[in-house]
Nanobody, 124 residues
């Protein structure tokens, strides 16, 4: 079972930047993704990346502002977030699928391993 640990969450002002990190207990030849959940809302997909890191996908809300990347040698996945908005406030989760195909499908139910989450708060 893969264990995922997120870090990097913080409180920032509108327009600021943050980089979230996700450390995996072992290398996974699988799709990795970032999700977020705001209070009272359903968990939603933010970004995903293929095993080799050559294919990425983003939700419409973050495309152009967020960048997902991975370093397989370090067993790390990152989410660079720029131009943050109040609506980006949420708990952010790192997740892994069991396969490396169809990584663009940002559906939580397709991801089987989850971290505990890290809080991002954007204030004006």
């Amino acid at each position: 079972q893969v264990q995922l640990v997120e870090s990097g969450g913080a409180s920032v002002q509108v327009g600021g930047s943050l980089t979230l990190s996700c450390a995996a207990s072992e290398y996974t030849d699988a799709c990795m993704g970032w999700f977020r959940q705001a209070p009272g809302k359903e968990r939603e997909g933010v970004a995903s990346i293929s095993p080799a890191g050559d294919v990425t996908a983003y939700s419409g809300d973050v495309r152009g502002r967020f960048t997902i990347s991975r370093d397989n040698g370090k067993k790390m996945v990152y989410l660079q977030m720029n131009n943050l908005k109040p609506e980006d406030t949420a708990t952010y989760y790192c997740a892994s699928r069991s396969t490396g195909s169809q990584c663009a499908a940002l559906f939580p139910q397709r991801f089987i391993y989850w971290g505990q989450g890290t809080q991002v708060t954007v204030s004006s």
